[in-house]
């Protein structure tokens, strides 16, 4: 009775529950495109938003730089190809592989990184050209 009771459940399907990334607040001003939100973005994946800036430069392919809170790049960018590069950053860089948990820790010897996920344990390394 009870396992049967236990399997009705619902159970959440992987990623259904799924920390949500932000999306990007942009506009674009002449030939240059406006995140005012990018440093927010960063916090909530709890990484430096330099860091999140390099790698999302190097993917694009455009300069950009830093303002206050916003960050300035240097070519018109449509805000989905922003966010793509973004979401790729956090399944390289902080959603965990084993469980799937955005709170990992991220340390770096040399050229590899190390993740540390606080939530399941999983530690491994990774290398990344960031
Ligand atoms: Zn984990």
Redesign the pocket.
Known sequence: MLKNAREKLPTPEKGEDRFQIPKVKGQIEGSKTIISNFNQIADTLRRKPQHLLKYVLKELATPGTFRKNAVIFGSKLAASRINEKIQQYAEEFVF??????P??KITKEGEVYYMK??????RYSFHSKI
């Open positions: 965990c592989k084993e469980c799937d948990k709170d990992t996920c606080q939530v399941c344990g999983a």
